[in-house]
């Protein structure tokens, strides 16, 4: 089912984008960089793609950033003593009405060897080759636990998710790939981590759904080191569209990051009639932990957490913490509720930093390439709540309450992998030349409707930015984009008389192709990890 929007509203959704910025959140806060089991690197919420799936929608939740394959012997558990949350929004009020928490326990096989004549506890992780679910050659198995509450995430109705087959509330989580000796070949792997795919029951749902808990090849492309090393690249190189993939690599590549992935029944996130949700992930830690100097035997002994839960990390939009919120307020963002992003950070939304900055490190006229219509109404829009036309008004609550998320219309029908524009909705728009002909578009499932791994985020941000959309799409006040709902004070519009950049600015992006990173078609999408041996 694909809903036939007004030709402002068309137009609308390419601004969408523009709470996004310019890579995968990585170690984006002060206080996270202690912390990277509980840091959040991605999260993707779409109308499953693989085929008979299409009255599902994935969720899927990134932690534990830039895991190079090779680190072991310990590798890349998860923090059993942390929380880890993907929260669904389906009224519009900002708060979550549904969340999903995920627990993980790491259970020590004292696995001994016969060394003379004693037995020997072995320093590895797997004695030798690994094929099943809890294999006799692992020394540690990390099993977890998935709850679903209903309402507040502290005060609402908890229930277990379970097998469909067995009824088991713990389910197993695949090792790392710790190398080729250890699990074969990347095809042999993928058949032992399928081992983990679990089919599960949901509280309050009809139908069965599927969740994954594991290791995945990183699914972000970006020139992350050039990206931070003040733009390594020229004006030229990024508004060249033949340059791509010829200035930069894609740095992140080779890394691998943890996934939390659940495919859920659309009809079970959903409110009613009403189609658009909005999604994030947090992860908490306890607000306290003791040490103990004088461990016992056994693994995971040296740590005693306790208190209430606390909030350490959050992700809707991709790499609004990095880029857009101010350095002083990062920890606090990632503190933070949808719910107070108005009064916390709306000065970081409607005058942003990223233009200037980037004229900064061009070698450019700071202040003539940052777009002049501020404060941003567009960016507000997008930012706070969502796209006239798309995400609202809706059946619920026609005016939503303004909060940084991703938004998702599940009335707008899943695409294939091979026929989706990396560039989702925006690049639709582009490729039948604007707005008006989006009768012709055949892809109106990807960014900014939710997100796709393939979606090429990071391109679009650059566009939408530094005012490129404007330009294509006509003059702001045709786009619907006037006023704020919640926010009566933002009424400026984006105009391309406001874009120094002019028509160049259409063409920025970051020298790395999105649609060239490797996917599975299938759930949990992600692709089977790099090896840390071969």
């Known amino acids: 089912m694909r809903p036939k929007f007004s030709k402002p509203a068309q137009a609308c959704l390419l601004l969408l984008v523009a709470g996004a910025a310019i890579a995968s959140s990585h170690r984006e806060a002060p206080f996270i960089t202690t912390s990277p089991k509980v840091d959040g690197t991605d999260f993707y919420m779409f109308r499953s793609y693989e085929a008979n799936k299409s009255a599902f929608v994935t969720l899927i939740a990134n932690y534990a950033p830039l895991q190079d394959a090779y680190g072991g012997p310990n590798y890349f558990t998860m923090d059993p003593n942390a929380l880890y949350e993907i929260h669904i929004d389906n009224n519009g009020d900002s708060k979550e009405d549904i969340t999903f928490q995920f627990r993980f326990k790491n259970t020590l096989k004292d696995i001994q060897l016969p060394i003379g004549s004693a037995m020997v506890s072995s320093p590895l992780t797997q004695i030798g080759g690994v094929k099943d679910l809890n294999d006799a050659n692992l020394a540690i198995n990390e099993t977890f636990t998935v709850n679903v509450v209903r309402g507040d995430r502290r005060t609402g109705t908890s229930e277990k998710l379970t097998k469909v087959t067995g009824g088991s509330t713990s389910f197993e989580k695949p090792m790392d790939y710790i190398g080729e ?43 992350l080191g050039g990206i931070f090393d003040l733009v390594n690249a020229t004006a030229a190189q990024i508004t060249n569209p033949d340059l791509k993939n010829a200035f930069a690599a894609n740095s992140v590549q080779n890394k691998n990051v943890t996934s939390l992935s659940i495919e859920v029944p659309t009809a079970c996130l959903t409110a009613g009639a009403e189609p658009v949700i909005g999604g994030w992930t947090t992860a908490s830690m306890r607000q306290a932990r003791l040490l103990n100097g004088a461990p016992a035997s056994g693994h995971q002994t040296s740590e005693k957490a306790g208190g209430a839960w606390t909030q350490v990390s959050r992700l809707g939009n991709p790499l609004v913490n990095e880029v857009v919120i101010g350095l002083k307020d990062k920890d606090k963002f990632n503190a933070s509720k949808p719910i107070n992003d108005a009064s916390n950070f709306l000065t970081y939304v409607t005058n942003p930093t990223l233009p200037y900055l980037l004229g900064v490190v061009l070698a450019s006229d700071a202040k003539g390439l940052a777009p002049t219509n501020l404060p941003r109404a567009d960016l507000a829009t997008v930012f706070l709540t969502g796209i006239p036309g798309v995400n609202y008004p809706n059946a619920v609550n026609k005016s939503p309450t303004p909060s940084e998320m991703l938004r998702l219309n599940t009335a707008i029908g899943p695409v294939p992998y091979a026929e989706q524009n990396r560039l989702g909705v925006a690049g639709e728009i582009l490729r039948v030349g604007g707005a008006a002909n989006l009768a012709m578009a055949k892809d109106l499932a990807g960014f900014p409707n939710g997100r796709r791994p393939k979606d090429d985020v990071v391109d679009i941000a650059l566009v939408a930015v530094l005012g490129g959309l404007c330009v294509i799409n006509g003059d702001g006040n045709a786009l619907g984009l006037n006023t704020v709902p919640g926010i009566p004070s933002i009424t400026s519009a984006c105009k391309p008389s406001s874009v120094p950049l002019g028509a160049t600015s259409a063409a920025v992006h970051d020298g790395v192709d999105q649609a060239t990173v490797p996917f599975l078609t299938t759930f949990p999408y992600l692709n089977t990890p790099n090896a840390g041996s071969k």
């Open 181 to 223: 000796k250890t699990f074969g070949n990347a095809a042999a792997y993928k058949t032992y981590a399928d081992k983990h795919i679990h089919m599960v029951n949901i509280p309050g749902c009809t139908t069965p759904g599927r969740v994954f808990a594991g290791q995945r090849q990183e699914g972000f492309a970006v020139n």
